[in-house]
């Protein structure tokens, strides 16, 4: 990766400096006279060079040796001031603030060549650059001028810290069951051992945070899987009725355990277009949490309607969830009570996959939900045409 982008730089450079050498000529020559002269694959040449400066992402900025601009491209001033035509012969010192590109374009000056400056702004869209700026013309005296050209890592940046929180997140999910384990085996191993009451009930506790760590690791693997797009759906037509059936059955253990009452509320005839056992692994994370965040005697129901998309319903009737948290809610770990989500065997992953599967399916997942009354996730499908 890194490799690539230091290759890309090196040729974004040299077709900039062509670029530049080529726009100083033709600044010297009137254009009647360079279109004399030119020939067909100069002018060829030079209409790419045109095209692909003005068309690139990047930003390219070259000042001469008194910090004024001479040559900029549309992305420059757009990262400057987008509300000028030009920044020609504007200072640099006019145009931004930063000390850290004034530097490197002052180094750039003295010959010097100038890489991985990084350079943040700081209006209403925060944007993050990587910097380098190589000298023009470079003799014992300095250069003629200096060329910056600034790559745009905002997204590199943000997917480093989405990454970073996510391994911080995960070691510190596993480290609570492991603390767990490791101090009940402790006590065992320092007499508890003897006590068979004792021992049955430490034991259980290790198994139970065992298992969440097992939970744990199988969505990590999962939902890294369904990101890194290694996960293929098998789309077709699905019989929702009989799949909401099915779902039911493999939870009604867990209701009947809570006392809560699972419905399928699906016409039979009802076909939605997806991934038989992805929709089943969504459905089946969603009517979980239903009874576990259900109350006694509650009642979670599966339920269709028919839009632009289809619309798939698993509703409620628990304590629903305060309004600040719904916009966060499908975030990995993201919990609205992490006791009782953590004390109920929860990775705080379900939704997160979820979300994930619905994307997959050109889809979403979208929640409502009245406090005291109770919550709606609807999965919503494109559909079968
Ligand atoms: P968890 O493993 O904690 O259930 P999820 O990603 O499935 O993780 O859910 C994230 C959080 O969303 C839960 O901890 C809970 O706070 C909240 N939540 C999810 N579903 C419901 C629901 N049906 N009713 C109330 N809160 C819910």
Redesign the pocket.
Known sequence: MVAVEIILASLLLIVAVVWFAKRSKSDKNSLAQSEQTSSPERLALSSLLDATMTGMREGLLVVNRDMRVVASNPAARKLFNPSVATLQSQRLTELTRNPAIYSAFLDGLKGIERSGVKVETHGPERQIFDLRVVPIGANGNGAEGALGVFFDITRTERLEIVRQEFLSNVSHELRTPLTAIIAFVETLENGAIEDAESCQRFLSIIRKNASRMHSLIDDILELTAIEGGNVQLRAGPVDLFALAEEVCASLAAKAAAQDVTLKNNVDPEVMVYADQRRLEQMLT??VD??I??SREHGTVSISYESDTRDKILVH?N????PSQ?LDR?FERF????RA??RD?G???????IVKHLALLHHGEVTVT?DLGKG?T?IIHLPKLS
Do not use: C, E, P, Q
């Open positions: 994370n969603l949490n239903g576990k965040f409620d628990g304590d629903g969830i948290h809610l993201y919990r609205v009570d009782r989500s109920m929860g990775t705080g992953l379900g939704l997160a939900s919550s996730f």
